[in-house]
């Protein structure tokens, strides 16, 4: 097992990864930038380290700064978290070529299925369903009209660099879908420096359910059960929640058996979700996410699995200590992810001192946060400030126990989302587990 671990992110995932090292024994070091020097979840951590200026781009994006920090604090892994450089193949690669184990897949493998359209072709190939679309790249006008006339309109374009839902156009017809066809290559290049687009049909308000999976690298991949991720806005999940109260019991192994055969294809090791889009009775695969997420939480309460402890194991070339049959979900978790934004004002960032702070608690609440009465938080990073958690026997209880929970949260001096999910945890459509990926626009626009 290793014997310190550097964590290579901020905030809330970077406090959940060193109380799981904490707890197997292992030290930890965090790094910080000048903008969160002082923090008080760095003190949580054995040692920390300063990597630079505020701009994520010279600090918690720096490989260079997070390299030279690991060789001279002399750590046998890096844990990335997500966001920043936890997908980045390269910064994978370069912590192995330093000999620094990178905790999360393979680079390889981190390359082929950060590549959308690669990604889709592993799953096709692996026979997992897949939305109606093109093989592979469309690599000119015609290519992509001959595709759109096979499967119908409306279409939407994909960039095979993007992931998150950017670089996407619908197109309902064969002139827009022309124009769209160079304006998604355009915007793809600008953003990625890679123009390489896909096509599917495109499915209207579908739902959006993930499997989460761990895999050893030794022959044993699991999956943990779903997670319901349907309430979004701009590709930003609010709320999630597992089992998924949308699909059946049938489809839900079967989602998990293809998952699990994605990542058997993929060669993959570690934590990891495939996202799925579920339309009537079908499902189809869309992406895979090569890290923990935000929402891993909901998964551990129904499961009773330590995803960061299990990924750090297996990073460490230890054995899944369980299979398929040890996992068992039980009960029902709901997640609030709460963010410093103003919800009536476009979800505008709301930086700025915390005044009052006062922490929900009791049965079944868990509460993932780095900030406290007196934390600033800073205009710099992404505005997640607490992961609100519950679990219970029942869907139901949960809702119950989630707007108890809520009600009991207190955060002053800067907007936050809670207002907003005091609401949503109330609204009759979310309460019969009736809503897909228009749901929270349409409840916005009254
Ligand atoms: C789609 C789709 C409809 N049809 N693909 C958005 C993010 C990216 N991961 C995939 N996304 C979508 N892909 C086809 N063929 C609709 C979306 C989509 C969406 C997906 C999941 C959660 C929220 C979403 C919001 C808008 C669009």
Not at 4 to 24: H, K, Q, T
Not at 180 to 198: I, M
Not at 250 to 276: I, Q
Not at 286 to 292: A, G, S, T
């Amino acid at each position: 097992m290793f014997h310190r671990i550097l964590v290579a992110n901020r905030g809330e995932i970077a406090l959940r990864v060193i109380r799981a090292a904490r707890e197997m024994g292992i030290d930890t070091v965090a790094v910080y930038s000048k903008a969160d020097e002082g923090a008080a979840y760095l003190e949580l951590a054995d040692e920390r380290i300063c990597i630079g200026p505020g701009p994520s781009s010279q600090s918690y994006l720096s490989i260079p700064s997070i390299i030279a920090a690991a060789e001279v604090v002399d750590v046998d892994a890096i844990h990335p978290g997500y966001g920043f450089l936890s997908e980045n193949a390269e910064f994978a690669q370069t912590c192995r070529d330093h000999g620094i184990e990178f905790i999360g897949p393979e680079a390889e493998t981190m390359r082929k299925l950060g590549d959308k359209a690669t990604a889709r072709d592993i799953a096709k190939q692996a026979k997992v369903p897949v939305v109606p679309g093109s093989d592979g790249l469309v690599q000119d006008e015609k290519a992509i009209v001959e595709v759109a006339e096979r499967i119908g309109y409306p279409v939407l374009i994909k960039a095979t660099a993007g992931g998150g839902g950017r670089g996407m156009r619908v197109a309902n017809g064969r002139i827009a879908l022309v124009n769209a066809w160079h304006q998604a290559r355009a915007e793809a290049q600008a953003a990625f420096g890679e123009s390489g687009v896909y096509v599917e049909k495109y499915l209207e308000r579908p739902r959006h359910v993930e499997i989460q999976i761990l895999a050893d690298g030794r022959g044993r991949i699991v999956y943990l059960g779903e997670r319901e991720c349907s309430v979004q806005r701009r590709h930003q999940k609010l709320v999630e929640e597992g089992p998924s109260p949308g699909i059946n019991d049938s489809m839900r192994r079967a989602m998990g058996r293809a998952a699990v055969k994605l990542a058997k294809a993929a060669g993959y090791k570690g934590a990891g979700t495939c996202e799925f889009l579920v339309a009537g009775k079908e499902f189809y695969f869309i992406e895979v996410n090569c890290r923990i997420q935000v929402e891993h939480p909901v998964t551990e309460l129904i499961t009773g699995i330590d995803i960061v402890r299990e990924q750090i194991r297996v990073a460490a070339g230890e054995k899944l200590s369980f299979d398929q049959g040890d996992v068992k979900v039980k009960g029902h978790a709901i997640e609030a992810r709460i963010n410093a934004e103003d919800p009536a004002r476009g979800f505008r960032p709301s930086p700025g001192l915390i005044t009052r702070f006062i922490a929900p608690g009791g049965p079944g609440v868990r509460l993932d946060t780095h900030v406290h009465a007196g934390y600033k938080v800073p205009p710099n990073y992404d505005s997640l400030l607490a992961k609100l958690i519950v679990h219970a026997p029942t869907r139901q209880a949960a809702l119950d126990r989630m707007a108890r929970a809520l009600d009991e949260f207190t955060i002053e001096g800067i907007k936050t989302t809670i207002p907003l999910h005091r609401e949503i945890v109330r609204n009759a459509f979310f309460r019969k587990g009736d809503y897909d990926t228009g749901f929270l626009d349409e409840y916005l626009a009254g």
